[in-house]
């Protein structure tokens, strides 16, 4: 009975210490974490790659700040082709040249168009004062044939009653009477030359010049219209070869612009970014595409901490952690952003730094921090740090690994 009785503790006794090895094995992550420090605070890491062939100038060195401008390094190309420019440099040429050479043109034209508008206005003005000559001087003659016609009227009464009285022929009161059909005659043929000369005189006042047979007298003025005509369209011509002389600026301005980044061309990251690592040595050739800097945003405060699969099950995004840092006595308050089985868990590509707690078969959860202005200041990338996270404890691990 005896026997039976101890052989029953002693089965109760090794399943207890069975079951203490198995909470212990699988609690061990969690009691590892508590006990060493093995999270690391970290943050994205970032690649630049080089944009052209060149050398690497004038890098920032692992740990350097980058300014206002953003700039990591400068890849330079002492042998970048000039063709384009050169090709632009000349088409820009021309077009100053035909800009200059149809500005002369213009000016020629101008200073022509003032001599045929000084001869147009001398013509029209000895025109119309021809004609007022003329209107002037067949007034004066229709009064004195009219005069004449008055005292030829009298003159062929006196012959008529002359002839009545038998003192002159019949003859010399016929020659009376032709006198005044003739001197008649002369007065239409002059009122008529006067209607004309005043038809002229209002035409030329308006700018038609009408010669005496008819025809048009407006050649110094046709000249002058065509002349005016010419010089709008070299203006026209003109305006247009100034915006292709622009457009051929601003495609020189263009192909220096790119001849100028293919020869030497700034990398650039965000300000205040810190150069986490060199690649490519300075003086190196690179080419397109070549790696040249990694860089971390120490504004982006992250902690990498290894857990268990197990705990990585009870995890989610939002998740509260409790985070002290190597050297510290605060604890800080994160937020889980991120978890990953062992299976996929983010390596040196995506972190600045890993947590040293790292190995097969551990997952992995990041934490955001937000950090100070001293934090940023520091960057204190790569330290160690301790993780709790409340909402998870060592019975729900044990309890999931059950499956309770």
Same mark, same amino acid.
């Given at each position: 009975?005896?026997?039976?009785?101890?052989?029953?503790?002693?089965?109760?006794?090794?399943?207890?210490?069975?079951?203490?090895?198995?909470?212990?094995?699988?609690?061990?992550?969690?009691?590892?974490?508590?006990?060493?420090?093995?999270?690391?605070?970290?943050?994205?890491?970032?690649?630049?790659?080089?944009?052209?062939?060149?050398?690497?100038?004038?890098?920032?060195?692992?740990?350097?700040?980058?300014?206002?401008?953003?700039?990591?390094?400068?890849?330079?190309?002492?042998?970048?082709?000039?063709?384009?420019?050169?090709?632009?440099?000349?088409?820009?040429?021309?077009?100053?040249?035909?800009?200059?050479?149809?500005?002369?043109?213009?000016?020629?034209?101008?200073?022509?168009?003032?001599?045929?508008?000084?001869?147009?206005?001398?013509?029209?003005?000895?025109?119309?004062?021809?004609?007022?000559?003329?209107?002037?001087?067949?007034?004066?003659?229709?009064?004195?044939?009219?005069?004449?016609?008055?005292?030829?009227?009298?003159?062929?009464?006196?012959?008529?009653?002359?002839?009545?009285?038998?003192?002159?022929?019949?003859?010399?009161?016929?020659?009376?009477?032709?006198?005044?059909?003739?001197?008649?005659?002369?007065?239409?043929?002059?009122?008529?030359?006067? @209607?004309? =000369?005043? %038809?002229? +005189? &209002?035409?030329?006042?308006?700018?038609?010049?009408? $010669? *005496?047979?008819?025809?048009?007298?407006?050649?110094?003025?046709?000249?002058?219209?065509?002349?005016?005509?010419?010089?709008?369209?070299?203006?026209?011509?003109?305006?247009?070869?100034?915006?292709?002389?622009?457009?051929?600026?601003?495609?020189?301005?263009?192909?220096?612009?790119?001849?100028?980044?293919?020869?030497?061309?700034?990398?650039?990251?965000?300000?205040?970014?810190?150069?986490?690592?060199?690649?490519?040595?300075?003086?190196?050739?690179?080419?397109?595409?070549?790696?040249?800097?990694?860089?971390?945003?120490?504004?982006?405060?992250?902690?990498?901490?290894?857990?268990? @699969?197990? =705990?990585? %099950?009870? +995890? &989610?995004?939002?998740?509260?952690?409790?985070?002290? $840092? *190597?050297?510290?006595?605060?604890?800080?308050?994160?937020?889980?952003?991120?978890?990953?089985?062992?299976?996929?868990?983010?390596?040196?590509?995506?972190?600045?730094?890993?947590?040293?707690?790292?190995?097969?078969?551990?997952?992995?959860?990041?934490?955001?921090?937000?950090?100070?202005?001293?934090?940023?200041?520091?960057?204190?990338?790569?330290?160690?740090?301790?993780?709790?996270?409340?909402?998870?404890?060592?019975?729900?691990?044990?309890?999931?690994?059950?499956?309770?």
């Amino acid at each position: 009975m005896a026997s039976r009785n101890l052989s029953r503790r002693t089965v109760a006794l090794l399943g207890s210490a069975g079951l203490l090895v198995y909470v212990v094995w699988v609690g061990w992550p969690y009691f590892h974490a508590i006990v060493v420090r093995d999270a690391a605070v970290t943050s994205w890491i970032s690649i630049t790659q080089a944009p052209i062939g060149g050398y690497t100038t004038n890098p920032l060195h692992p740990g350097e700040r980058t300014g206002a401008d953003g700039r990591i390094a400068t890849i330079a190309d002492i042998r970048a082709d000039t063709t384009e420019l050169a090709r632009a440099r000349a088409d820009l040429a021309r077009a100053q040249a035909r800009v200059v050479a149809q500005t002369a043109m213009i000016d020629a034209a101008r200073r022509a168009l003032e001599v045929r508008a000084t001869h147009a206005r001398h013509f029209a003005a000895t025109f119309t004062r021809d004609l007022e000559a003329a209107v002037m001087n067949a007034g004066n003659s229709l009064v004195l044939l009219k005069r004449r016609l008055e005292l030829e009227g009298n003159e062929a009464t006196r012959t008529e009653t002359l002839h009545q009285a038998d003192m002159v022929s019949k003859s010399q009161v016929d020659a009376a009477h032709a006198r005044i059909t003739d001197t008649r005659r002369l007065i239409v043929e002059t009122q008529t030359a006067l @209607d004309r =000369a005043n %038809a002229r +005189l &209002r035409a030329a006042n308006d700018g038609v010049f009408l $010669l *005496e047979d008819g025809t048009d007298g407006n050649s110094a003025l046709q000249n002058l219209a065509d002349a005016r005509l010419r010089l709008l369209q070299a203006e026209d011509t003109l305006t247009q070869l100034r915006a292709e002389q622009e457009a051929a600026q601003l495609v020189v301005a263009s192909t220096q612009a790119a001849y100028s980044k293919a020869r030497s061309l700034d990398m650039l990251v965000p300000p205040g970014a810190m150069v986490w690592s060199l690649i490519s040595a300075p003086g190196a050739s690179v080419q397109p595409g070549t790696p040249v800097a990694s860089w971390v945003d120490c504004s982006i405060m992250l902690v990498d901490v290894p857990v268990s @699969d197990v =705990a990585i %099950a009870l +995890l &989610r995004q939002g998740s509260i952690a409790h985070v002290v $840092l *190597e050297g510290e006595r605060k604890t800080r308050t994160g937020t889980v952003i991120l978890t990953r089985g062992s299976a996929g868990t983010l390596g040196s590509h995506d972190l600045a730094a890993l947590a040293k707690g790292r190995h097969a078969g551990i997952g992995q959860a990041l934490v955001k921090l937000t950090p100070s202005p001293d934090d940023i200041k520091a960057c204190a990338i790569g330290h160690a740090a301790f993780v709790d996270f409340p909402e998870v404890n060592v019975i729900d691990v044990v309890r999931a690994r059950l499956r309770w």
